[in-house]
């Protein structure tokens, strides 16, 4: 395909112009980011300000520590949230999002503003 067949909106340059799932096009990218049972749930109020783990159980008390110790440790190694250790006695450790996680805030806002469309539409 030439430059003119593609929608320039939804394939605005040559990095999304492929005919199966790629790990260089930016929207598999942006969907990988997001992947998984909780992570935009974690990711939702991480983008509120840091968080203790205890902090994130109790906001999401139906999430075991096992599924949110896997989901803070794939968002660490996505880049997208850095754990801190904080002083004190006994040590205890903050999470926060990262600039690169703070980017999907406007992703995570169209997607509960399309999936409320798509739950309204018959």
């Known amino acids: 395909m030439t430059d003119a067949e593609w929608d320039g909106e939804l394939v605005p340059d040559a990095r999304g112009r492929t005919r199966a ?59 997208l949230v850095e754990r801190r250790a904080l002083p004190g006695f006994p040590v205890r450790t903050s999470y926060a999002p990262t600039a690169r996680g703070h980017a999907l805030r406007p992703l995570l806002i169209e997607l509960y503003r399309t999936g409320g469309e798509l739950m309204d539409t018959p």
Not at 29 to 50: D, F, I, Q
């Open 21 to 79: 799932p790629a790990p260089e096009c930016p929207v598999e990218v942006a969907l990988a980011a997001v992947s998984g049972r909780w992570t935009t749930l974690v990711l939702r109020e991480l983008l509120g300000g840091p968080r203790s783990f205890g902090e994130l159980r109790d906001l999401l008390p139906t999430l075991s520590a096992k599924v949110l110790t896997d989901r803070l440790r794939e968002l660490q190694a996505r880049g």
